[in-house]
């Protein structure tokens, strides 16, 4: 093998003297010199391909002859060749899993995943899933990073489809409120999901009303609650909790959860106390329904002492009870002593009326009470509730009483006179209108006002209405409850009364 040098002057240069020269060494087979010129018979010395035949041979941009491979012949390189790579899209990828899924499933796509596979709220209730179509949607919602919000009640999931779910919470951490509720997990479901629980870091809200867990499942929630910090809103309702001790020590040992849904389940006896035990030691629950279950007394007394050590909770609903007089006097004493408690549900309980008035004169004696809300629905009232309440009024004018009004034989003996009409009789004996008396209190200007801004225009008109009188005259001033009286709804409720009050007469008659 030989080294042959070459000199090459550039012909661009436009130097004559010192031109721009290009050493080039290369090493040649023996035998073999480079082409003097392109085309040709090659010379004794041009280059040969790999199977004895003559190669191309091209000139550079600087003269030097360049051997070229064969057009076919394949070579590595760093370099993209015909078509550019299409960008990684999740959203077709997720849609294109989603689709495949099915085809080997054998399951029905459903339009609606993939037009709203990207929306924040992914709605999917009432679809008839079942464990094969939550399988087909879990799997691409693994890398989902749109939907915060997932529904899917009513789809007869069972406990498989409940672990598919579950297994995809596992992963995904942008969903922060599922809705399993009727999907019948039993047992199954409560494991997978009570696992996924002690793991998700996301979820805020959870509804898991309507799946027939047992007492059995009752521990599985202890340990879920007890090592879970994020949930805020859980609903165990329509359940089949009987026992309620494993409910009590998850109470207990939660530090997160400020609402907790118990309603329609079996709660009574030992499992009621349990809950209420749980609750005094409970620092972060605002909110407890457990209606429709069956405390009795014995549950009452229960919350009583519960609403003594409690200073956390603002609402409790222990609606249709079975709790009878000597309950609602338990509920009372806590009732006197708690400052926190804004909302108290009590209806549909056979508590009667001395009942009734034991709440209600609780609430009175009470400096520090929050009370704005004590629930009575389909309790008998009597007039000197009434006239209690009236005094309630006087010194917390947000309190409001929800009840069916005065009913029975009670309400054919109170006769009293329309507050509309009271009020349109006194603005005619002084020749005001109404739309001057309204203004006469009405700083802003705005035809808006405050309850207490009214009472007080009241007062100055010298309009004396008893307190069962003002108890109605705003409960149909301020029907939504914000507060406010505005001069359109002063209005409205004036022709109603006038047409209540021609009614009554024609009765009469």
């Given at each position: 093998?030989?080294?042959?040098?070459?000199?090459?002057?550039?012909?661009?240069?436009?130097?004559?003297?010192?031109?721009?020269?290009?050493t080039?060494?290369?090493?040649?087979?023996?035998?073999?010199?480079?082409?003097?010129?392109?085309?040709?018979?090659?010379?004794?010395?041009?280059?040969?391909?790999?199977?004895?035949?003559?190669?191309s041979v091209?000139?550079?941009?600087?003269?030097?002859?360049?051997?070229?491979?064969?057009?076919?012949?394949?070579?590595?390189?760093?370099?993209?060749?015909?078509?550019?790579?299409?960008?990684?899209?999740?959203?077709?990828e997720?849609?294109?899993?989603?689709?495949?899924?099915?085809?080997?499933?054998?399951?029905?796509p459903?339009?609606y995943f993939?037009?709203?596979?990207?929306?924040?709220?992914?709605?999917?209730?009432?679809?008839?899933?079942?464990?094969?179509?939550?399988?087909?949607?879990?799997?691409?919602?693994?890398?989902?990073?749109?939907?915060?919000?997932?529904?899917l009640?009513?789809?007869?999931?069972?406990?498989?489809?409940?672990?598919?779910?579950?297994?995809?919470?596992?992963?995904?951490?942008?969903?922060?409120?599922?809705?399993?509720?009727?999907?019948?997990l039993?047992?199954?479901?409560?494991?997978a999901?009570?696992?996924?629980?002690?793991?998700?870091?996301?979820?805020?809200?959870?509804?898991?009303?309507?799946?027939e867990?047992?007492d059995k499942?009752?521990?599985?929630?202890?340990?879920?609650?007890?090592?879970?910090?994020?949930?805020?809103?859980?609903?165990?309702?329509?359940?089949?909790?009987?026992?309620?001790?494993?409910?009590?020590?998850?109470?207990?040992?939660?530090?997160?959860?400020?609402?907790?849904?118990?309603?329609?389940?079996?709660?009574?006896?030992r499992?009621?106390?349990?809950?209420?035990?749980?609750?005094?030691?409970?620092?972060?629950?605002?909110?407890?329904?457990v209606?429709?279950?069956?405390?009795?007394?014995?549950?009452?007394?229960?919350?009583a002492?519960?609403?003594?050590?409690?200073?956390?909770?603002?609402?409790?609903n222990?609606?249709?009870?079975?709790i009878?007089?000597?309950?609602?006097?338990?509920?009372?004493?806590?009732?006197?002593?708690?400052?926190?408690?804004?909302?108290?549900?009590?209806?549909?309980?056979p508590?009667t009326?001395?009942?009734?008035?034991?709440?209600?004169?609780?609430?009175?004696?009470?400096?520090?009470?929050?009370?704005?809300?004590?629930?009575?629905?389909?309790v008998?009232?009597?007039?000197?509730f009434?006239?209690?309440?009236?005094?309630?009024?006087?010194k917390?004018a947000?309190?409001r009483?929800?009840?069916?009004?005065?009913?029975?034989?009670i309400?054919?003996?109170?006769?009293?006179?329309?507050?509309?009409?009271?009020?349109?009789?006194?603005?005619?004996?002084?020749?005001?209108?109404?739309?001057?008396?309204?203004?006469?209190?009405?700083?802003?200007g705005?035809?808006t006002?405050?309850?207490?801004?009214?009472k007080?225009?009241?007062?100055r008109e010298?309009i004396?209405?008893?307190?069962?009188?003002?108890?109605?005259?705003?409960?149909?001033?301020?029907?939504?409850?914000?507060?406010?009286?505005?001069y359109?709804?002063?209005?409205?409720?004036?022709?109603?009364?006038?047409?209540?009050?021609?009614?009554?007469?024609?009765?009469?008659?």
């Amino acid at each position: 093998m030989s080294v042959q040098m070459l000199v090459v002057h550039h012909p661009d240069s436009g130097q004559t003297d010192g031109a721009t020269e290009l050493t080039v060494e290369a090493e040649l087979e023996p035998g073999r010199v480079a082409g003097e010129e392109e085309g040709g018979e090659a010379s004794p010395g041009a280059s040969e391909d790999g199977d004895g035949q003559p190669g191309s041979v091209e000139q550079t941009d600087l003269g030097v002859p360049e051997v070229q491979k064969d057009s076919d012949e394949e070579y590595d390189t760093d370099l993209e060749t015909g078509d550019e790579r299409r960008d990684y899209d999740p959203v077709c990828e997720m849609k294109r899993v989603y689709l495949e899924l099915c085809e080997r499933t054998g399951v029905v796509p459903a339009s609606y995943f993939l037009r709203h596979v990207t929306s924040e709220v992914l709605d999917m209730s009432y679809h008839g899933l079942g464990a094969t179509g939550a399988r087909c949607i879990a799997i691409p919602l693994h890398t989902n990073t749109y939907v915060t919000q997932l529904s899917l009640e009513d789809n007869w999931l069972c406990g498989e489809g409940g672990r598919h779910i579950a297994d995809m919470l596992k992963e995904n951490c942008y969903i922060s409120e599922l809705n399993l509720a009727n999907n019948k997990l039993g047992s199954v479901g409560a494991q997978a999901i009570c696992d996924m629980l002690q793991e998700n870091t996301t979820l805020k809200t959870i509804n898991l009303a309507g799946n027939e867990f047992r007492d059995k499942d009752g521990q599985l929630f202890v340990d879920a609650l007890q090592n879970n910090f994020q949930l805020k809103e859980v609903d165990l309702s329509g359940n089949l909790f009987s026992d309620g001790e494993h409910l009590g020590n998850a109470i207990a040992a939660n530090d997160s959860v400020v609402h907790l849904d118990l309603s329609w389940n079996q709660l009574r006896g030992r499992g009621a106390l349990a809950i209420c035990n749980g609750l005094k030691l409970n620092t972060t629950l605002k909110s407890l329904d457990v209606s429709w279950n069956g405390f009795a007394d014995e549950g009452a007394l229960g919350f009583a002492e519960a609403l003594k050590l409690n200073n956390v909770l603002t609402a409790l609903n222990i609606t249709n009870n079975r709790i009878t007089c000597q309950g609602a006097t338990f509920l009372a004493k806590g009732v006197a002593e708690n400052d926190t408690l804004k909302s108290l549900r009590v209806g549909k309980n056979p508590i009667t009326m001395k009942g009734a008035m034991q709440l209600l004169d609780a609430v009175r004696i009470n400096s520090r009470t929050a009370m704005e809300l004590l629930d009575l629905t389909d309790v008998l009232l009597s007039p000197e509730f009434m006239q209690l309440l009236g005094e309630v009024l006087d010194k917390h004018a947000d309190f409001r009483i929800k009840h069916g009004g005065v009913a029975g034989e009670i309400a054919q003996k109170i006769k009293r006179a329309n507050p509309m009409l009271v009020l349109r009789d006194a603005l005619r004996q002084t020749h005001s209108r109404l739309i001057d008396f309204f203004k006469s209190f009405d700083k802003e200007g705005d035809l808006t006002v405050t309850v207490e801004e009214f009472k007080a225009g009241l007062q100055r008109e010298d309009i004396h209405l008893d307190p069962i009188q003002m108890y109605d005259l705003f409960r149909a001033l301020d029907k939504d409850e914000d507060g406010m009286v505005n001069y359109g709804k002063l209005i409205e409720a004036t022709e109603e009364g006038v047409e209540e009050s021609e009614g009554e007469a024609e009765d009469a008659e």
